[in-house]
């Protein structure tokens, strides 16, 4: 059974940088293709970044394209978001997903699999 561990949310301060880090165990990671999502208080859960299997490709929402950036090590079974200039905007519970059945970056929640069960991100103005 998969599962997946997500950290680094903490406060902030605006215009500050955070990373994130999911680690995956109990499947074959390198064989996932990995996402970011987030969900903001009252509203659905929002495409953030997604990953390919390998790492050689990526596509992100274009809300944070710029600021955000999503990578992997295989060997380290972990999956990083990189968030640069934070807004208060960026406040959310940020998500890691993973789903065996793909091989391209994918946007939409209901195409992963697997879920962590979040970390929280705030930014102070």
């Known amino acids: 059974q998969v599962q997946l561990v997500e950290s680094g949310g903490r406060l902030v301060q605006a215009g500050e940088s955070l990373t994130l880090s999911c680690v995956a165990s109990?499947?074959?990671?390198?064989?996932?293709?990995m996402g970011w999502f987030r969900q903001a208080p009252g509203k659905e859960r929002a495409f953030v970044a997604s990953?390919?299997?390998?790492?050689?490709?990526?596509d992100g929402a274009d809300y944070v394209k710029g600021r955000l950036t999503i990578s992997r090590d295989n060997a380290r079974n972990t999956v990083y978001l990189y968030m640069n200039i934070l807004k208060p905007k960026d406040t959310a519970v940020y998500y890691c997903?993973?789903?065996?059945?793909?091989?391209?970056?994918?946007?939409?929640?209901?195409?992963?699999?697997?879920w962590g069960q979040g970390t929280q991100v705030t930014v102070s103005s």
């Open positions: 997903a993973e789903t065996p059945d793909y091989y391209g970056p994918r946007k939409r929640p209901e195409e992963y699999n697997y």
């Open positions: 109990g499947g074959p990671f390198s064989d996932h293709v």
């Open positions: 990953i390919t299997r390998s790492g050689g490709r990526n």
